[in-house]
């Protein structure tokens, strides 16, 4: 995310996190992101087993998986 121009850029490091950290159940599919407006937080909601992914942002915006509800 860059604040200056309020653009979401893909590096692929999004993407994997969600399909992999913890698996979801076979079917589920990423569904919407939200990103916090602090640029620290992006929340994926994920259909097939309802639940929301939060990950905590670097500061170059890079993901790690926080915790999934």
Same mark, same amino acid.
């Not at 200056?4 to 992999?20: E, H, K, Q, R």
């Not at 990423?30 to 909601?45: F, N």
């Given at each position: 995310?860059?604040?200056?121009?309020?653009? #979401?850029?893909?590096?692929?490091?999004?993407?994997? @996190?969600? +399909?992999?950290?913890?698996?979801?159940? $076979?079917?589920?599919?990423? &569904?919407? #992101?939200?990103?916090?407006?602090?640029?620290?937080? @992006?929340? +994926?909601?994920?259909?097939?087993?309802? $639940?929301?992914?939060?990950? &905590?942002?670097?500061?170059?915006?890079?993901?790690?998986?926080?915790?999934?509800?």
């Amino acid at each position: 995310f860059d604040p200056a121009t309020g653009t #979401l850029s893909a590096d692929g490091a999004v993407l994997p @996190l969600l +399909a992999t950290q913890p698996p979801a159940p $076979s079917g589920s599919t990423a &569904a919407d #992101l939200h990103l916090h407006p602090s640029g620290r937080a @992006l929340y +994926a909601s994920v259909r097939g087993d309802d $639940s929301i992914v939060r990950f &905590a942002l670097d500061a170059a915006g890079r993901p790690t998986r926080a915790d999934r509800t």
